[in-house]
């Protein structure tokens, strides 16, 4: 079991910046895929970003890549988020997950992940 926490969320301005923080609560984090995912009112769930357990590899949509970075500390129990260059359609609500597959990083989709945080909502202005 991992119960998720997800915080750093807040109001912008378009080209600032915000790394979002998950804290992970839960023996098994440590082997569990990381992921981010958002949604904006009206629209799905969309990926983000995903990592690998140890970290060592990571997963990001095509349209954010180099603009987001996810990374995690395992000592910490938190996985990490950092949004560059912020743009109003950036504006959603923020979620982190976590997946009991070790592959799953690879997956793109909402059903790889078995545990989800409340979310944090992220508001970039113009």
Not at 16 to 42: E, I, K, V, Y
Not at 44 to 68: C, M, P, Q, W
Not at 92 to 106: D, H, P, R, S
Request: contains cysteine; proline residues 2%.
């Amino acid at each position: 079991q991992v119960t998720l926490v997800e915080s750093g969320g807040g109001l912008v301005q378009a080209g600032g910046s915000l790394r979002l923080s998950c804290a992970a609560s839960g023996r098994t984090f440590n082997s569990a895929p990381m992921s981010w995912f958002r949604q904006a009112p009206g629209k799905e769930r969309e990926f983000v970003a995903a990592i690998s357990s140890s970290g060592s590899h990571t997963n990001y949509a095509d349209a954010l890549k180099g603009r987001f970075t996810i990374s995690r500390d395992n000592a910490k129990n938190t996985a990490y988020l950092r949004m560059n260059l912020l743009k109003p359609e950036d504006t959603a609500v923020y979620y982190c997950a976590a997946a009991t597959v070790a592959t799953a990083w690879l997956s793109r989709t909402v059903g790889a992940y078995s545990y989800w945080g409340q979310g944090t909502q992220v508001t970039v202005s113009s």
